[in-house]
């Protein structure tokens, strides 16, 4: 029985470190994954994208350098409902820039409290650099008067305004576009696939699942091991009797 015991704490605490080993294997592959999208170089917009191209996951978070000319500031847009790290909620300021005859919305920055008025637009032609996103996908209805919208839903505001639209938008990384008192928007990590790793993952889970079952087997044989010797003990007794 001692032997039992033994095998059993030996086997569980093998399956523990292993399972725990691949899983951090796991993690470092993601961390790697991730290093290498961080690491993709900034690329003039014209070699990334088009404006009439669908947007797709290689457009997506990939630094860009944008060249082209804002519309006036008066026909800027207020995103509302957008959370600032450390700062809490508040509103980007998103500017319409035109690029090759179509309008890439812009998020210049954020802000806890929106001015009265719309901030200046840098005037003519302008460099800057920035992240490209998709469209959001929870729909926004747009109030032309205010001219505010719950998200950067492309689809929506591209029956709003005057020109057509780039398929995603972009996130302002230069502080050259971002108006006094306005803080840049927040760069989202980037997203890495679970399948990164994969294999080392499921290896983790199964070992994590065969120690389970050793636990499970453990507490089985040593209850049959107790009922067995209960049983003999009254045997013994009844026979005494």
Do not use: K
């Not at 690491?39 to 917009?45: F, G, M, R, S």
């Not at 802000?111 to 901030?119: G, M, S």
């Amino acid at each position: 029985m001692i032997g039992l015991h033994a095998f059993a704490i030996l086997a569980i605490a093998v399956c523990v470190v292993a399972g725990s080993w691949q899983l951090g294997v796991y993690d470092a592959r993601q961390s790697e994954q991730r290093a290498d999208v961080q690491e993709v170089p900034t690329a003039p917009l014209a070699e990334v994208w088009g404006p009439d191209d669908v947007f797709t996951s290689v457009q997506q978070r990939r630094p860009v350098t944008v060249t082209g000319q804002f519309r006036p500031a008066e026909e800027q847009i207020w995103v509302t409902g957008q959370e600032q790290a450390g700062e809490g909620e508040g509103a980007w300021l998103v500017a319409p820039v035109m690029v090759e005859d179509s309008a890439l919305l812009v998020v210049r920055g954020w802000t806890a409290e929106q001015p009265d008025a719309f901030p200046a637009v840098p005037q003519g032609e302008i460099s800057f650099d920035a992240v490209l996103q998709p469209s959001d996908t929870p729909a926004g209805r747009f109030d032309a008067d205010t001219r505010t919208i719950g998200s950067v839903r492309v689809q929506t505001l591209i029956n709003e305004l005057p020109y057509d639209l780039w398929s995603g938008y972009a996130l302002g990384e230069d502080a050259t576009i971002v108006p006094a008192g306005f803080s840049a928007p927040d760069i989202p990590e980037p997203e890495v696939s679970w399948t990164a790793g994969g294999r080392n993952l499921g290896y983790g889970l199964q070992w994590w699942v065969f120690g389970a079952f050793v636990v499970f087997m453990w507490w089985r044989m040593g209850r049959e091991s107790v009922e067995t010797a209960r049983e003999a003990l009254d045997r013994g007794d009844t026979l005494t009797t």
